[in-house]
Antibody, heavy 120, light 112 residues
Framework: EVQLLESGGGLVQPGESLRLSCVAS????????MTWVRQAPGKGLEWVST???????FYADSVKGRFTISRDNSKNTLYLQMDSLRAGDTAEYHC??????????????WGRGTLVTVSS | QSVLTQPPSVSGAPGQRVTISCTGS?????????VHWYQHLPGTAPKLLIY???NRPSGVPDRFSGSKSGTSASLAITGLQAEDEADYYC????????????FGGGTKLTVL
């Protein structure tokens, strides 16, 4: 079955770290870029970070310098290392499989998400 | 404030047609960046509905269609069904900001 499964979310205090994982199955993982998208409570979808099939990385300004995206193609797994977490990072985090390039890029497979709560 | 603007909500009776607009600018939709649409029920995985302005992935009913003109795009849903009640998001690429891929704020579709 073609699917993405996220894990690693939880409750942390401001300033702490968390690492999210996303395991892919049912397709050739190393042929596609991968992306993290988040949804804060009561808000819409927000692009967070993307890693291309060749390892190039891109970040939203809101997380640049604090989050690190990476992938392990041998394990079909995508990661998001989140440091210096803030209350504003509280959200459901979805991983998504990318298609296309920049101006035509979209996400054709998504995971159900993992919830990250940053609170003291 | 989202880069792409969508109405917060739309509604329609079963069998009716509804449209959801997505308004951008000259740095995204107006720059001929493709527009894509997703359906999302909270707690589930978002689903790709339309890609490349007006293309449906395999398995998406032809009741769903997309269009684009100028700096705006639209998603049309005909023959509304109760199962269509969900949140809908447009997405595109923005060349002016260091944001790359941008989403609309989302539209809640209520089937009356």
């Amino acid at each position: 079955e073609v699917q993405l499964l996220e894990s690693g979310g939880g409750l942390v205090q401001p300033g702490e770290s968390l690492r999210l994982s996303c395991v892919a199955s049912g397709y050739t993982f190393n042929r596609h870029g991968m992306t993290w998208v988040r949804q804060a409570p009561g808000k819409g979808l927000e692009w967070v970070s993307t890693i291309s099939d060749t390892g190039s990385t891109f970040y939203a300004d809101s997380v640049k310098g604090r989050f690190t995206i990476s992938r392990d193609n041998s394990k079909n797994t995508l990661y998001l290392q989140m440091d210096s977490l803030r209350a504003g990072d509280t959200a459901e985090y979805h991983c998504a499989k990318g298609r296309g390039g920049f101006s035509d890029g979209y996400f054709d497979l998504w995971g159900r998400g993992t919830l990250v709560t940053v609170s003291s | 404030q989202s880069v792409l603007t969508q109405p917060p909500s739309v509604s329609g009776a079963p069998g009716q047609r509804v449209t959801i607009s997505c308004t951008g600018s000259s740095s995204n939709i107006g720059a001929d960046s493709d527009v894509h649409w997703y359906q999302h029920l909270p707690g589930t995985a978002p689903k790709l509905l339309i890609y490349g302005d007006n293309n449906r992935p395999s398995g998406v009913p032809d009741r769903f269609s997309g269009s684009k003109s100028g700096t705006s795009a639209s998603l049309a849903i005909t023959g509304l069904q109760a199962e269509d009640e969900a949140d809908y998001y447009c997405q595109s690429y923005d060349s002016s900001l260091n944001v790359f891929w941008v989403f609309g704020g989302g539209t809640k579709l209520t089937v009356l």
